[in-house]
T-cell receptor, first 111, second 114 residues
Framework: RKEVEQDPGPFNVPEGATVAFNCTYSNSASQSFFWYRQDCRKEPKLLMSVYSSGNEDGRFTAQLNRASQYISLLIRDSKLSDSATYLCVVIRMDSSYKLIFGSGTRLLVRP | DVKVTQSSRYLVKRTGEKVFLECVQDMDHENMFWYRQDPGLGLRLIYFSYDVKMKEKGDIPEGYSVSREKKERFSLILESASTNQTSMYLC?????????????FGPGTRLTVT
């Protein structure tokens, strides 16, 4: 079983829609959580951190549920430019340098 | 603007060849990483380094080695390339401590081994 699991998608939504992705992690020693974004044929870039209390950045909201071991990303009012692959990332308590990446959820926003 | 550069965007090598992938960062970061990215498998860590001349195995180090002689440069070496090493290779760097979670990636090298 992968340590970090994501639905690969694609999620195909119209502009203006609200879309949510979940990501589950299996290691309860996981300490920190993030979402990275990877555009087609580009490198991954940090999108936002995920805190226990939730984290909002404009149209993006990230939440953590430690009891159920999942994190979520909600995108409101989707834009064409949001089309990308969203990578769920976990850092384990035993190794702060190592990021564990999920394989990503692909989002396509159509006009 | 932060920059991580990789020596080649595309590379085609033959089975058995020795392959060098170079990565250079201009952010004075202590930590550097090599990943490979394959469809459905995500990014998998090959090796990382948290200081000059230091290296640590990641999750899939077999068939690879690394070299870090200078802080800004981290090289990945495929001692004898095989077809199952055909992949996208991504280099990343980060600062230590609280900054370690934000890794800056290079554009990647798509390696094909024939």
């Amino acid at each position: 079983r992968k340590e970090v699991e994501q639905d690969p998608g694609p999620f195909n939504v119209p502009e203006g829609a609200t879309v949510a992705f979940n990501c589950t992690y299996s290691n309860s020693a996981s300490q920190s959580f993030f979402w990275y974004r990877q555009d087609c044929r580009k490198e991954p870039k940090l999108l936002m951190s995920v805190y226990s209390s939730g984290n909002e950045d404009g149209r993006f909201t990230a939440q953590l549920n430690r009891a159920s071991q999942y994190i979520s990303l909600l995108i409101r009012d989707s834009k064409l430019s949001d089309s990308a692959t969203y990578l769920c990332v976990v850092i384990r308590m035993d190794s702060s340098y190592k990021l564990i990446f999920g394989s990503g959820t692909r989002l396509l926003v159509r006009p | 603007d932060v920059k991580v550069t990789q020596s080649s965007r595309y590379l085609v090598k033959r089975t058995g060849e020795k392959v060098f992938l170079e990565c250079v960062q201009d952010m004075d970061h202590e930590n550097m990483f090599w990943y490979r990215q394959d469809p459905g498998l995500g990014l998998r860590l090959i090796y990382f380094s948290y200081d000059v001349k230091m290296k640590e195995k990641g999750d899939i180090p077999e068939g690879y080695s690394v070299s870090r002689e200078k802080k800004e440069r981290f090289s990945l070496i495929l001692e004898s390339a095989s077809t199952n090493q055909t992949s996208m290779y991504l280099c990343a760097s980060s600062s230590p401590g609280q900054g370690a979670y934000e890794q800056y990636f290079g554009p990647g090298t798509r390696l094909t081994v024939t």
